[in-house]
């Protein structure tokens, strides 16, 4: 089946520096990357969507600004967090669709601890 | 607009008996329906998927799922569990634009296998 991978799986920084995720669709191209941001005990909230090559869209109440996402290639998308608070502490999953199937596969997750 | 509940947020159970997860959701346009599975500190496995044709669908580790469209219902069914079931569970929608659009998660039911 596809794989989709996260790096790292886990990262503690401290309050005001930047962080980035990377997500790679090892064995397939993914057309479409999603992020997801899920606190404890609490369900998945989708943070924006990126096609490659364009700009991402983001859900309502995301600062576009605070998370940063690129998508520059059909294999790598990254989730940069910008000067990060404590607030930001979180565990970020990313998804990869591509054709000719569009099943969303999930990484693994990375859990970000912003001290 | 789409939602999703999940009815119950921890369900125990004992090794070997049988397990209903409940699920009703709501949305404008047809729907696609999947439940994924969560351990801890991981990210998410589908289980199993609704988008067309017969309602009783039959996922991974002998999961299946039956849709109701008049009930608005896509609950989660196991015959006989195993402490290896014991993780989390999430049952997801997605738009009505592709197959696998943008997924609407519920909260999660936290499925507990007892010995």
């Known amino acids: 089946g596809a794989v989709v991978s996260q790096h790292p799986s886990r990262v503690i920084c401290k309050s005001g520096t930047s962080v980035k995720i990377e997500c790679r669709s090892l064995?397939?191209?993914?057309?479409?990357m999603f992020w997801y941001r899920q606190f404890p005990k609490q369900s998945l909230m989708l943070m924006a969507t990126?096609?490659?090559?364009?700009?991402?869209?983001?859900e309502q109440g995301v600062e576009k600004d605070k998370f940063l996402i690129n998508h520059a290639s059909l294999t790598l998308s990254t989730l940069t967090v910008t000067s990060a608070h404590p607030e930001d502490s979180s565990f970020y999953i990313c998804?990869?669709?591509?054709?000719?199937?569009?099943?969303?596969?999930f990484g693994p997750g990375t859990r970000l601890t912003v001290t | 607009a789409q939602s999703v509940t999940q009815l119950d947020s921890q369900v125990p159970v004992f090794e070997e008996a049988p397990v209903e997860l409940r699920c009703n959701y709501s949305?404008?346009?047809?729907?696609?329906l999947f439940w994924y599975v969560q351990y801890p500190n991981q990210g998410l496995q589908l289980l199993l998927k609704?988008?067309?044709?017969?309602?009783l669908v039959k996922g991974i580790n002998g999961f299946e799922a039956e849709f109701n469209k008049s009930q608005t219902s896509f609950h989660l069914r196991k015959p006989s569990v195993h402490i290896s079931d014991t993780a989390e569970y999430f049952c997801?929608?997605?738009?009505?634009?592709?197959?696998?659009?943008?997924?609407?998660f519920g909260q999660g039911t936290i499925l507990t296998v007892h010995p």
């Open positions: 998804s990869a669709r591509g054709e000719p199937s569009y099943e969303q596969y």
């Open positions: 064995d397939f191209q993914a057309t479409t």
């Open positions: 990126s096609n490659e090559g364009s700009k991402a869209t983001y």
């Open positions: 949305s404008s346009v047809s729907v696609y």
């Open positions: 609704y988008l067309s044709g017969s309602t």
């Open positions: 997801a929608v997605s738009d009505g634009g592709t197959s696998y659009g943008k997924l609407t």
